[in-house]
């Protein structure tokens, strides 16, 4: 028998070899058909395509040299057998890219572009062969790690240089999280990699491998991206340092140090009864990992996004009704009061905050308000956001001596970061 289950393991080993090797020669050979990456960065050979005109501080291209200058990169772009029209630079790529006055390419904005594009394509190509888990373009929370440690933070001279080899399991674990945040709202553990390169953490995943930009305030807000080794290495302090015990999980009153320690307590229990949490055998208690850590942060950071209000109504929603009543909002409501007593900042009275509450939101039945309520309402941040924290109760109050904003303008410009259709715009340059 164990002769049988050892010829049993070689065969396997043996298909699992050989499968590894067709996917390498697959790869190898469309990522030939490629443009040399090292052409994009050679001056000599850019000279040949690029003028610098006397009133110009850099080089410019007109439409008739990039049309040439395509041709010269990929001569091949029409020999591959799966990329029968894969054209590396189109047309469509001029019209899309900034242009001068004069309708005419910068050379550091086609250069970035190229950049940007032969790596982003690598990455798909990548994905698609070595980390999918079938044909059908599925990949798992555990792949996608595996993709970020690999594939990502190898390709990038900036994040090795500034992450630590023993960090890149909690820099693969931050950038998954953030992914599979937004494009797994069921929690189902996987997600397809079409929505992932259609969407705008692709862009912001490639943005964390490249030190340079088109221009420099694309330049400042990469180095506070999530993605950004900066970003990852601060969340990660902060997350020790509510570690008090040093155990690498947090309680709930380790926890409540969490921001400004305004959460109240009722959400905090809340949470702790909707995650996934471990039972600490000596003190009993409930705690979480930095996983879950990192998806509270998510939550608090992106409150008017559609995954986020997914989870904030299932905590908010105690009975599990589908909808919130005075039941509910006063369940919240009696903690919120309590803190706000103890620093001793008076109250508005349940009925006057209930009422603001409807009255914001509008919900389709007049005595309770489903999550649909709260998305269609444009204002679901404010209203979680004053059950939830102190700190944003406070801010409510007096929004109109201290800023005039109206709440429900922010709410909107929020809620449309990660809206299909602003993904579908924000990646049509690639």
Excluded at 75 to 89: C, I, K, V
Excluded at 291 to 303: A, F, K, S
Aim: with cysteine; charged share 25%.
């Amino acid at each position: 028998m164990s002769d049988q289950a050892d010829l049993l393991d070689h065969s396997h080993n043996l298909r699992v070899s050989a499968d590894i090797i067709v996917r390498q020669n697959i790869f190898e050979r469309l990522h030939a058909t490629l443009p040399d990456a090292k052409l994009f960065n050679s001056n000599e050979f850019l000279d040949k395509f690029f003028k610098k005109p006397d009133d110009e501080k850099e080089r410019i291209m007109d439409y008739g040299s990039f049309r040439f200058f395509a041709e010269t990169i990929q001569p091949n772009s029409q020999t591959s057998l799966f990329f029968d029209h894969f054209a590396f630079l189109s047309p469509c790529s001029f019209l899309l890219l900034p242009r001068t006055e004069n309708e005419c390419l910068r050379d550091t904005t086609l250069m970035y572009y190229c950049n940007k594009k032969h790596l982003a394509v690598q990455f798909i190509l990548k994905l698609a062969l070595f980390y999918c888990e079938d044909s059908n373009g599925v990949i798992s929370e555990a792949s996608f790690q595996a993709f970020v440690e690999n594939e990502l933070i190898a390709a990038s001279s900036e994040l090795k240089s500034k992450l630590n080899p023993s960090f890149y399991p909690y820099y693969s674990c931050t950038v998954s999280r953030k992914v599979f945040f937004f494009l797994d709202s069921p929690r189902r553990g996987f997600i397809k990699l079409q929505s992932f390169i259609n969407s705008k953490l692709f862009l912001e995943c490639l943005d964390a491998t490249t030190s340079h930009s088109m221009d420099d305030s694309a330049s400042q807000n990469s180095l506070q991206s999530w993605f950004s080794a900066e970003s990852a290495l601060y969340m990660y302090e902060k997350y020790l340092e509510l570690d008090l015990d040093g155990n690498g999980m947090l309680s709930k009153s380790e926890l409540s140090r969490f921001g400004n320690g305004t959460l109240t307590n009722t959400f905090l229990s809340r949470f702790f009864e909707e995650c996934v949490s471990y039972k600490n055998d000596e003190s009993s208690q409930e705690e979480i990992d930095y996983r879950v850590y990192l998806d509270l942060v998510l939550i608090l950071t992106n409150i008017s996004s559609k995954p986020a209000l997914h989870i904030l109504f299932r905590i908010l929603d105690s009975r599990g009704r589908g909808a919130l009543n005075v039941y509910d909002f006063n369940l919240f409501y009696k903690d919120l009061k309590a803190y706000l007593d103890r620093i001793g900042i008076e109250t508005p009275p349940f009925e006057h905050l209930l009422s603001e509450i409807f009255d914001m939101v509008r919900p389709v039945n007049s005595w309770e308000i489903t999550q649909k309520d709260l998305e269609c309402s444009g204002c679901a941040g404010t209203v979680v956001g004053i059950l939830i924290d102190a700190t944003v109760f406070i801010e409510y109050e007096n929004r109109e001596a201290v800023t005039g904003v109206d709440e429900n303008d922010i709410d909107a410009e929020v809620m449309a970061i990660y809206d299909e259709e602003a993904e579908a715009a924000a990646i049509s340059v690639l």
